[in-house]
């Protein structure tokens, strides 16, 4: 099992940027890769971004492309989200996820562990 822990979630007004971490632990040598995904009240949950392992490839909704950005530090078993320039629309609870294997471009499917998650809230 892999165990998954997000911090870093709170209000931003518009523009802003927040960023998100998410720290693994357990059986860390099975993850292929990581993501997070967000759901905003009575939405799907959706994916936001993912990274493999190796960190040779990076996945983003359009909705984000250009102003969040996925990196992991493998010797921490930790991926992060920079979320900068913040909107509304970006307001959501955001999970994180791990997969233990790859599938391209990513779905839902794959990811079968999940932290708890983290609020953020934009204010405009």
């Known amino acids: 099992q892999v165990q998954l822990v997000e911090s870093g979630g709170g209000l931003v007004q518009a523009g802003g940027s927040l960023r998100l971490s998410c720290a693994a632990s357990?059986?860390?040598?099975?993850?292929?890769?990581m993501g997070w995904f967000r759901q905003a009240p009575g939405k799907e949950r959706d994916i936001v971004a993912t990274i493999n392992w190796s960190g040779s490839y990076t996945y983003y909704a359009d909705s984000v492309k250009g102003r969040f950005t996925i990196t992991r530090d493998n010797a921490k078993n930790t991926v992060y989200l920079q979320m900068n320039d913040l909107k509304p629309e970006d307001a959501a609870v955001y999970y994180c996820?791990?997969?233990?294997?790859?599938?391209?471009?990513?779905?839902?499917?794959?990811?079968?562990?999940w932290g708890q998650g983290t609020q953020v809230t934009v204010s405009s």
């Open positions: 357990g059986r860390t040598f099975s993850i292929a890769a």
């Open positions: 996820a791990a997969a233990d294997k790859l599938a391209y471009p990513p779905r839902r499917a794959v990811f079968g562990s």
